[in-house]
T-cell receptor, first 114, second 115 residues
Framework: AQTVTQSQPEMSVQEAETVTLSCTYD???????LFWYKQPPSRQMILVIR??????QNATENRFSVNFQKAAKSFSLKISDSQLGDAAMYFC???????????FGQGTRLTINP | GAVVSQHPSWVICKSGTSVKIECRSL??????MFWYRQFPKQSLMLMAT?????????EQGVEKDKFLINHASLTLSTLTVTSAHPEDSSFYIC???????????FGQGTRLTVV
């Protein structure tokens, strides 16, 4: 079974600076999807970014980018120019290509210091 | 983007009663819906997978007779907590997905308090 590990329970960063959240996963599959979801205090789960495993190019969405290392089974999220609104729980998630179920990591609570 | 609406946002019920939570995909047909439970400061715990027109698949340790799931249409799934007890108090979240795009879309969540 696939597992997702987020080894940083909490992270903090100064506003306007850059922070990287770590995620590793374990799978024997070659085709899959990886996601970062954000859960702000409202508790609404919001998709931040998606990466298809077959794509070598790292996904980017505005200030959010990933470092996808398939061989190392690593999928980190970089947030540039951190803003107060980025404060949230961040969850890394894995999905097999042939299934729709998501496997979540434990989450990282990100605090933005003004 | 796709919208999933979950209702109610919060509910308080008495011990021994049942409460129903609805999850609707508003602008797409969801072949599969998922129900999660989330304890404070923890990750989402998958309770069951719901496919339209068929029985839900429950995760190990989840009581299917207590958490009844019905997926009567491609846009609606319901979770009924039967004979609720205070330990059932939690935050429940639904999500819906299709084959592609691969991401799941989440409802706003329901905070259930059993008194």
């Amino acid at each position: 079974a696939q597992t997702v590990t987020q080894s940083q329970p909490e992270m903090s960063v100064q506003e306007a600076e850059t922070v990287t959240l770590s995620c590793t996963y374990d799978t024997s599959e070659s085709d899959y999807y990886l996601f970062w979801y954000k859960q702000p205090p409202s508790r609404q789960m919001i998709l931040v970014i998606r990466q298809e495993a077959y794509k070598q190019q790292n996904a980017t969405e505005n200030r959010f980018s990933v470092n996808f290392q398939k061989a190392a089974k690593s999928f980190s999220l970089k947030i540039s120019d951190s803003q107060l609104g980025d404060a949230a729980m961040y969850f890394c998630a894995y999905r097999s290509q042939g299934a729709q179920k998501l496997v979540f990591g434990q989450g990282t609570r990100l605090t933005i210091n003004p | 983007g796709a919208v999933v609406s979950q209702h109610p946002s919060w509910v308080i019920c008495k011990s021994g009663t049942s409460v129903k939570i609805e999850c609707r995909s508003l602008d797409f047909q969801a072949t599969t819906m998922f129900w999660y439970r989330q304890f404070p400061k923890q990750s989402l715990m998958l309770m069951a997978t719901s496919n339209e027109g068929s029985k839900a698949t429950y995760e190990q340790g989840v009581e299917k007779d207590k958490f009844l799931i019905n997926h009567a249409s491609l846009t609606l799934s319901t979770l009924t907590v039967t004979s609720a007890h205070p330990e059932d108090s939690s935050f429940y979240i639904c999500s819906a997905s299709t084959g592609y795009p691969p991401e799941a879309f989440f409802g706003q969540g329901t905070r259930l308090t059993v008194v």
